[in-house]
């Protein structure tokens, strides 16, 4: 049974910083592809970051630049490291992971339950 428990979330003023965490349980990273997505109150649930089996990266627009989707292999941890942080990054952010993904696909399979990330100007 596949886990993802989103961690890290919370308030930060534009330009700061956070980091996000997903520890998966029942899944490792060289499974499939891993990554992130986000949903801002009225919209639609949106990919920011994933990463694949070969280790390439791929990031939305909005966040190319300020964003880095990186694994923990022995912590079974995928990490969103979120730099230089603006207002309409404001979202829950949800983990999530799959057996396979083309490149520039998001994982949709499993996902975990989400963390909230504000930030203020």
């Known amino acids: 049974q596949v886990k993802l428990v989103e961690s890290g979330g919370g308030s930060a003023q534009a330009g700061g910083s956070l980091r996000l965490s997903c520890a998966a349980s029942?899944?490792?990273?060289?499974?499939?592809?891993m990554g992130w997505f986000r949903q801002a109150p009225g919209k639609e649930r949106e990919g920011v970051a994933a990463i694949y089996t070969d280790g390439r990266t791929y990031y939305a627009d909005s966040v190319k630049g300020r964003f880095t989707i990186s694994p923990d292999n022995a912590k079974n941890t995928l990490y969103l490291q979120m730099n230089s942080l603006k207002p309409e990054d404001t979202a829950m952010y949800y983990c999530?992971?799959?057996?396979?993904?083309?490149?520039?696909?998001?994982?949709?399979?499993?996902w975990g339950q989400g963390t909230q990330v504000t930030v203020s100007s």
């Open positions: 999530a992971a799959d057996v396979w993904c083309s490149y520039s696909d998001y994982p949709r399979k499993y």
């Open positions: 029942g899944y490792t990273y060289s499974s499939g592809c």
